[in-house]
Every structure is written in structure tokens, then in C-alpha cells.
């Protein structure tokens, strides 16, 4: 790549207009000025811009380096690649001074400027600015073979990753990105850039065909030995923009993202899943083979009639609860179009779970007339039920040997009540050999969790719900052990996460076990009647029948959680982050966890996308 000559930069001490705001910060006599230069930026074959250039300050310090777009910034981080030639142009400087990442911008004509800031408050344009066209579409269109397209390596004993598509769209339109803690080594090598699945999306046709597949719609990549642990993503229309930091740590949003997303996650050796967390977008059916064992998790319905039925699901439990005809007001409403995301043709692209808008009104409840999880059943009216009844919870808790808390392996056996003002504490013992409450038992610390609580910014102001109520949908809120609170939010201050303790545990349990409906009349408030097999010292095992088969009766609330209950009608893939316990909330439900065999094949079929269905709701 030709670059201009680091001798010839342009050295700014003043703000530039783009920078007006900044303007009187610098003195030359006061600070290290910085210097620099914006070498290129080349629109690459897949549409993305990358940017190089380098910046360092007279005394050699590293700078944060920023692109700005047609009055857009993109942070890049700092400039701390190898360049040579800064170093032979500078040596007092040195060489570690270069940046080069890549851009995904709208397309269109975009002129480029840079400038990089400095500790010191060091603020200097980088010379040099550049003029990009980022095509529509990609000038290099994706091809099908493989020599030009997506050259593998051979990694010992492979998973083959195999692809179909079903979605009803070509496979240049469908992108595949591949993100993981081990993102680079444990992937086989890709000899081709920019058709990399690592950090990257890259159309499905870009992968090789499976030979029995002669019309191109099924494509496999060979996943090699010592990944640790990743996402699959998959994105229709377009692909999934890196972003400044590049994925993983740019990944799209369930709330603002405008276009169809879905991911399957995994590790390897070990187990993967597909995910209905946070979303549903897509079914993703999976069918791992080893050679002769075979699992599967697979939907029972089309998209379209999921779509359908999660809004049935929305509009029955208004039709049964809410004013004029239900015992409920109308602050506990279910609203659709809440839990609808759509695109700027209004179509719907994602249907949100209650996890995920739960985990929004953490920070940004905006008002609504339900703040736990917008758009979703206010699940308070079950909660106040369990006041003063005399809740127990019994476990077993069994971290790996050397990790963090190893110490508490054990059953433990855990009860308390709910008191009037809404706070749940529960006291008891862990650690015990083979039972509950046996041999080797020590008294455990107080865990509490409030029915009622919030997150508060550093001025005290209520900024969102972290509470009881938030927990059954978002699983990770707010509870306290011996008073010392976790996971939330005070005065600004962060509290601390929740480690992999016995107390997460408990909680896990309690959470879990609202959220499939178990606390109540039919199986009563001890836990231990919630699974199907409980026999200490055997880990307990299945679980008792769920959702609407837990509150057979009439009652004026919903006593479970709607979104997963729908969704369990049709998958069962994980709907709720802890949804492997209590047996999935059905005697015969199999895990949502499946095991990923070396030198076996995972199938992954793509189902029509949400996007090509018509919002019910309309």
C-alpha cells in the first residue's frame, strides 16, 4: 500500500471547525503536542472502508485515534501498531505509533478526516483527508467457489458447521460471522481477506457447497479443536457491521439494529444451543451427529405462525386481565407494539422477549405504564401472593474443583418468607455431604431480594427497575447477601456482579422457578416438589409440568412467565437464561444444551425470517 511520506506531515496546534467545541484547550507551551497523518482509506470488496495512518506527540506518548465521516465520529482506540517508517522518520517518536482498522458506512459519498487526543488533552487533526463512494451493493459480487471464495485449513479432528438455507432468500443475502474468546488461532485459516468469518460477515455463498446440495443452498465451514467458546451470527439483507472495535466487541443491538439477526451459540469441545433469550427472529433448527448418536432441537411451527401466536398469546392475556372485563388495570397491560421491533418499511424484524426489554428498563424505563418489561405482563400481582408463606429451596451446588468458591460444594437447604413490605429473605445451610441439611452442614449467609427496588444515578434519581419483579424476566437483577447488595445500581455506584456462588445458585432457583409458574397452589412452596426426581444424594432431575399447567385454576394475575411459556410451545431451544433447570419445566423436556462431538456434524437450517411475515397486530 503507498503511503505519503511521514516527513511531509502537517503539524496542527489549533482546533480545526469539526473540533470547534474543543477550541482553547491546546497551548504549545503547555502540553506535548500531537502530530500525525491519515494515510488511506479504500473502500474494499465487500463495501467496508479501511483507514491507516499514524500519530504519536513530540515526546513519542500513544493517542486515541478518531475518524470522523461527514460529522460522524468513530473511535478507533489507540495508534499503537508497528509502522518502520514513523520510526525511521522520527526516531525520538519510535514506530509504535500506526493505526489501520475498517469502517462499514452507509453507502453513498463520505468524506474522511481523523484526529487523535492525547492524556494530556492533546488535541491535533491528522493531515490529509480523504473522499470514499461506498458502493450499494459489492463490486466483487460473492462467488460459490470455494479456491476463491473461502480456502480452509485442515484443524485435526473437525466439527463440520454445515448451513442450510432455508430462509427463501439467495445466499448472497444471507451473512455469516463467526465471534469467540478465541477468535483468530483455534479457527482453521482462512487464506482469503476480506472472506473471513472471524469478526467478519460474509455472504453464505462465499462458504463451499455440500456436494448433495447441487442448488447452493446448504454451505459448510470446518470448526477445529481448542475454540473455547463462541457465536455463530447470522444476519439477511445485509451483514452485520463490525463497527469501530470490530465484533465481538461491536455486536448488533435487539432494540436499534434495523435489519434480521440471530445467533447459535457453542464451544468445543463441549455443547451448543440456539438461543430465543433475548429475541425471535428466525428458527434455527439444529441436528448434531456424531456418525450413529443424533439430537436435534427443532421448531414445531413456521415463522409465521410463531409470529401469530406470540401475539394470540399477548392479546389473550389482555382479553382475560385487564379492565373493563379483568381484575387488573390497565398499568399492567401487554402492549405488542412494545415488544415488536420493526424496520423503516414496517416490517417486523424481531419480536423482543421479556428478558430483553427487562434488562432495558434497567436503565431507560421512558415512562411506561410497566416498567419491569415493557410490553409484557407486570407479573407483581402473582409476586405479592407469596407474602408470608413459608417458601423452602433446596439444591445442590457443585462448581469444578479450584475454581472460585469450590469450598461451598454441597447441597444446601434454604428458607424464609416474603414480608409485608415486599422484601423476600431467606436464611439456611450449604455445604452439606448428601443431603440437605446433613452431614458437614454450615450455617450460610442471609440472601435477600426485593419485590420493589430500583437503580438509582449519581444524583439518586430513579433510572430503572433491578428488582424481584425484574428478576423472573431478566434473571440477573438485583439480590443481597448478609446486606451487601449485588448487581445493581446506587447513587451511580455500581454494586458488585453476582459471582458463580451458592448464593447465585439460590437465587437461579427462586427465579427460575417463578418463571415457570411452580410457587403456588398446585405444587405448593417447596422446590423440592417442582422437580420430577428428587432423591439426594442424586442430583435432582425433569421437572414438574409448567406455566399454565402450574395454575390450573381461575386467578386474577398470570402467575408465569408469558414469553417463555409461548415460546415452549414451539422449541425447545433456551427461551430464559437459566432454561436448562427444573427440566425445562416439563417431565420430558430435553435439554436445550446439545452436545457439539469432535470430528461430527452440526446442521444448522435457517427458517424464513420474521421480516417476511405481516405484523398480526396491524
Given at each position: 500500500?503507498?503511503?505519503?511520506?511521514?516527513?511531509?506531515?502537517?503539524?496542527?496546534?489549533?482546533?480545526?471547525?469539526?473540533?470547534?467545541?474543543?477550541?482553547?484547550?491546546?497551548?504549545?507551551?503547555?502540553?506535548?503536542?500531537?502530530?500525525?497523518?491519515?494515510?488511506?482509506?479504500?473502500?474494499?470488496?465487500?463495501?467496508?472502508?479501511?483507514?491507516?495512518?499514524?500519530?504519536?506527540?513530540?515526546?513519542?506518548?500513544?493517542?486515541?485515534?478518531?475518524?470522523?465521516?461527514?460529522?460522524?465520529?468513530?473511535?478507533?482506540?489507540?495508534?499503537?501498531?508497528?509502522?518502520?517508517?514513523?520510526?525511521?522518520?522520527?526516531?525520538?517518536?519510535?514506530?509504535?505509533?500506526?493505526?489501520?482498522?475498517?469502517?462499514?458506512?452507509?453507502?453513498?459519498?463520505?468524506?474522511?478526516?481523523?484526529?487523535?487526543?492525547?492524556?494530556?488533552?492533546?488535541?491535533?487533526?491528522?493531515?490529509?483527508?480523504?473522499?470514499?463512494?461506498?458502493?450499494?451493493?459489492?463490486?466483487?459480487?460473492?462467488?460459490?467457489?470455494?479456491?476463491?471464495?473461502?480456502?480452509?485449513?485442515?484443524?485435526?479432528?473437525?466439527?463440520?458447521?454445515?448451513?442450510?438455507?432455508?430462509?427463501?432468500?439467495?445466499?448472497?443475502?444471507?451473512?455469516?460471522?463467526?465471534?469467540?474468546?478465541?477468535?483468530?488461532?483455534?479457527?482453521?485459516?482462512?487464506?482469503?481477506?476480506?472472506?473471513?468469518?472471524?469478526?467478519?460477515?460474509?455472504?453464505?455463498?462465499?462458504?463451499?457447497?455440500?456436494?448433495?446440495?447441487?442448488?447452493?443452498?446448504?454451505?459448510?465451514?470446518?470448526?477445529?479443536?481448542?475454540?473455547?467458546?463462541?457465536?455463530?451470527?447470522?444476519?439477511?439483507?445485509?451483514p452485520i457491521p463490525s463497527g469501530t472495535g470490530g465484533l465481538p466487541a461491536v455486536q448488533p443491538s435487539t432494540?436499534?439494529?434495523?435489519?434480521?439477526?440471530?445467533?447459535?451459540?457453542?464451544?468445543?469441545?463441549?455443547?451448543?444451543?440456539?438461543?430465543?433469550?433475548?429475541?425471535?427472529?428466525?428458527?434455527?433448527?439444529?441436528?448434531?451427529?456424531?456418525?450413529?448418536?443424533?439430537?436435534?432441537?427443532?421448531?414445531?411451527?413456521?415463522?409465521?405462525?410463531?409470529?401469530?401466536?406470540v401475539h394470540a398469546a399477548v392479546a389473550a392475556y389482555n382479553d382475560t386481565f385487564i379492565t373493563p372485563n379483568?381484575?387488573?388495570?390497565?398499568?399492567?397491560?401487554?402492549?405488542?407494539?412494545?415488544?415488536?421491533?420493526?424496520?423503516?418499511?414496517?416490517?417486523?424484524?424481531?419480536?423482543?422477549?421479556?428478558?430483553?426489554?427487562?434488562?432495558?428498563?434497567?436503565?431507560?424505563?421512558?415512562?411506561?405504564?410497566?416498567?419491569?418489561?415493557?410490553?409484557?405482563?407486570?407479573?407483581?400481582?402473582?409476586?405479592?401472593?407469596?407474602?408470608?408463606?413459608?417458601?423452602?429451596?433446596?439444591?445442590?451446588?457443585?462448581?469444578?474443583?479450584?475454581?472460585?468458591?469450590?469450598?461451598?460444594?454441597?447441597?444446601?437447604?434454604?428458607?424464609?418468607?416474603?414480608?409485608?413490605?415486599g422484601t423476600l429473605s431467606l436464611s439456611g445451610t450449604i455445604r452439606a455431604t448428601t443431603t440437605p441439611g446433613?452431614?458437614?452442614?454450615?450455617?450460610?449467609?442471609?440472601?435477600?431480594?426485593?419485590?420493589?427496588?430500583?437503580?438509582?444515578?449519581?444524583?439518586?434519581?430513579?433510572?430503572?427497575?433491578?428488582?424481584?419483579?425484574?428478576?423472573?424476566?431478566?434473571?440477573?437483577?438485583?439480590?443481597?447477601?448478609?446486606?451487601?447488595?449485588?448487581?445493581?445500581?446506587?447513587?451511580?455506584?455500581?454494586?458488585?456482579?453476582?459471582?458463580?456462588?451458592?448464593?447465585?445458585?439460590?437465587?437461579?432457583?427462586?427465579?427460575?422457578?417463578?418463571?415457570?409458574?411452580?410457587?403456588?397452589?398446585?405444587?405448593?412452596?417447596?422446590?423440592?416438589?417442582?422437580?420430577?426426581?428428587?432423591?439426594?444424594?442424586?442430583?435432582?432431575?425433569?421437572?414438574?409440568?409448567?406455566?399454565?399447567?402450574?395454575?390450573?385454576?381461575?386467578?386474577?394475575?398470570?402467575?408465569?412467565?408469558?414469553?417463555?411459556?409461548?415460546?415452549?410451545?414451539?422449541?425447545?431451544?433456551?427461551?430464559?437464561?437459566?432454561?436448562?433447570?427444573?427440566?425445562?419445566?416439563?417431565?420430558?423436556?430435553?435439554?436445550?444444551?446439545?452436545?457439539?462431538?469432535?470430528?461430527?456434524?452440526?446442521?444448522?437450517?435457517?427458517?424464513?425470517?420474521?421480516?417476511?411475515?405481516?405484523?398480526?397486530?396491524?
Open positions: 500500500m503507498r503511503t505519503r511520506d511521514p516527513k511531509r506531515v502537517i503539524r496542527l496546534a489549533i482546533a480545526v471547525p469539526v473540533l470547534a467545541l474543543l477550541a482553547g484547550m491546546l497551548s504549545s507551551c503547555e502540553v506535548d503536542s500531537g502530530f500525525g497523518f491519515f494515510d488511506s482509506a479504500a473502500v474494499n470488496p465487500d463495501a467496508s472502508v479501511t483507514v491507516t495512518g499514524w500519530a504519536t506527540t513530540f515526546l513519542g506518548a500513544t493517542m486515541d485515534v478518531t475518524v470522523v465521516a461527514d460529522g460522524e465520529h468513530h473511535r478507533l482506540g489507540p495508534a499503537v501498531l508497528s509502522r518502520p517508517d514513523v520510526a525511521a522518520a522520527h526516531p525520538r517518536q519510535g514506530g509504535e505509533h500506526g493505526f489501520s482498522t475498517t469502517l462499514r458506512l452507509p453507502a453513498g459519498r463520505h468524506r474522511l478526516c481523523a484526529y487523535a487526543t492525547g492524556g494530556e488533552g492533546t488535541i491535533s487533526l491528522l493531515a490529509n483527508c480523504h473522499v470514499v463512494t461506498v458502493p450499494e451493493t459489492s463490486p466483487d459480487p460473492p462467488v460459490s467457489d470455494p479456491a476463491t471464495c473461502a480456502t480452509k485449513g485442515d484443524p485435526q479432528n473437525p466439527v463440520r458447521m454445515v448451513i442450510e438455507n432455508s430462509t427463501g432468500h439467495d445466499p448472497d443475502e444471507v451473512y455469516v460471522t463467526l465471534t469467540g474468546k478465541d477468535a483468530g488461532a483455534p479457527y482453521p485459516p482462512w487464506d482469503a481477506d476480506p472472506r473471513n468469518l472471524i469478526d467478519n460477515s460474509v455472504p453464505l455463498s462465499c462458504l463451499p457447497k455440500v456436494a448433495s446440495d447441487p442448488s447452493g443452498n446448504t454451505r459448510y465451514f470446518d470448526l477445529g479443536e481448542g475454540i473455547g467458546a463462541g457465536l455463530l451470527w447470522v444476519s439477511i439483507g445485509q432494540d436499534t439494529a434495523g435489519y434480521v439477526f440471530a445467533n447459535v451459540e457453542f464451544a468445543y469441545p463441549g455443547q451448543g444451543d440456539v438461543t430465543n433469550v433475548d429475541q425471535f427472529s428466525m428458527p434455527i433448527d439444529l441436528t448434531v451427529t456424531d456418525g450413529s448418536t443424533v439430537a436435534r432441537t427443532e421448531y414445531s411451527a413456521g415463522t409465521c405462525e410463531i409470529v401469530d401466536g379483568g381484575p387488573l388495570g390497565t398499568d399492567y397491560e401487554a402492549d405488542w407494539d412494545q415488544i415488536v421491533v420493526k424496520n423503516s418499511e414496517d416490517r417486523i424484524i424481531r419480536i423482543l422477549s421479556a428478558k430483553a426489554r427487562a434488562q432495558q428498563s434497567r436503565t431507560s424505563p421512558g415512562g411506561a405504564a410497566n416498567p419491569y418489561a415493557p410490553g409484557w405482563p407486570d407479573l407483581t400481582p402473582y409476586l405479592e401472593t407469596l407474602k408470608d408463606e413459608p417458601l423452602v429451596f433446596e439444591g445442590l451446588f457443585s462448581p469444578a474443583a479450584g475454581t472460585p468458591h469450590h469450598d461451598e460444594t454441597g447441597w444446601y437447604r434454604y428458607t424464609g418468607t416474603m414480608n409485608s413490605s446433613g452431614g458437614g452442614a454450615t450455617e450460610g449467609s442471609v440472601l435477600s431480594i426485593e419485590l420493589d427496588g430500583t437503580d438509582t444515578n449519581a444524583d439518586g434519581d430513579v433510572v430503572g427497575e433491578n428488582d424481584l419483579a425484574t428478576g423472573v424476566y431478566f434473571q440477573n437483577s438485583r439480590y443481597a447477601v448478609d446486606g451487601v447488595a449485588r448487581n445493581g445500581l446506587t447513587n451511580g455506584v455500581p454494586e458488585p456482579a453476582a459471582p458463580n456462588d451458592v448464593y447465585n445458585t439460590i437465587y437461579r432457583d427462586i427465579v427460575t422457578a417463578l418463571s415457570y409458574g411452580y410457587p403456588g397452589d398446585t405444587y405448593g412452596y417447596d422446590n423440592t416438589s417442582f422437580w420430577n426426581r428428587w432423591a439426594p444424594p442424586e442430583a435432582p432431575s425433569g421437572g414438574k409440568a409448567a406455566f399454565a399447567a402450574a395454575h390450573p385454576g381461575e386467578t386474577d394475575y398470570l402467575g408465569y412467565n408469558l414469553w417463555s411459556a409461548t415460546m415452549y410451545t414451539w422449541s425447545d431451544n433456551y427461551n430464559i437464561p437459566y432454561g436448562e433447570n427444573y427440566g425445562s419445566g416439563a417431565p420430558d423436556r430435553e435439554s436445550p444444551l446439545l452436545d457439539v462431538p469432535a470430528g461430527g456434524e452440526w446442521r444448522m437450517t435457517l427458517g424464513k425470517p420474521v421480516s417476511d411475515c405481516a405484523d398480526p397486530g396491524s
